[in-house]
């Protein structure tokens, strides 16, 4: 005599047709599909016809890597290599290096913090300390570590110098307070200057590129030096046609 379930016996297990039915079509589909490749040079190089673990293989790259990191201290070199491979790994560490390339900026802050400091003290990281616009109480040593960085950034420290002798340049000069901000707005000495006549008189030079804008603020012979830089936008400087630097 069977045994009853209200007593602990064995349960039968109610299938659902509907269920079963629809995740097993769900799994065949993901089959059919396969996996989806976002890389352009694997997906010229993907045989469909192949499994996921042969064509990762043909191309040099490992399917799983726990087993190729457990697998590498008893494999041995191979000299003779696919060409192919050799080939596909190339272009795509190649694909790989464009792809981690990429430009630092420092931010408003920080730039403003280090040029102001830059232009005070020189190279005085012992003055820059105990200076009052140093609000963060900063090192000496932390101050110049900040300012080795920003000399190894290229793009903001060379537009630095380049205002640095433009300044140079412009004390002397009669346009000392011309300046085209993001291409429309003007800004010139006490006496008006029709913008003809100005455009026609000097040369356009261009400080930066669109990524960053760097402005020359309450520059006159009198006047102390400030640059500051913000907005996404380009500054022309203007200066006078026979103008060189030095």
Known sequence: MARSTKRGGKKNRKVVFRK???KNKWKNEKKKRGIRVQNNLIQQAWDKSASNKKNMHRMGLAFDVNDRLSGMANEKASNNEDNQTSKFIETFEEE???RCVKSNYLPISELKFLVSMMEKHGE???AMERD???YFRRTSGQIRRAIQAFKKM?????AYLL?????????TSKWADCLLKSHSNILTRKNAVNTKTMNARVRHISVVSNNFNIHLNSFSLNAKRLIT???RKTTILLLPKNTAFH
């Not at 290229?154 to 060379?158: D, G, I, T």
């Not at 205002?163 to 004390?171: E, F, G, H, M």
């Open 154 to 158: 290229p793009m903001q420290y060379n």
């Open 229 to 231: 830089v913000y907005g």
């Open 20 to 22: 079963n039915r629809l």
């Open 132 to 134: 009052s616009k140093n």
């Open 124 to 126: 005085d990281f012992e």
């Open 96 to 98: 790989l290096k464009k």
């Open 163 to 171: 205002l640095k002798n433009a300044a140079r340049v412009l004390q």
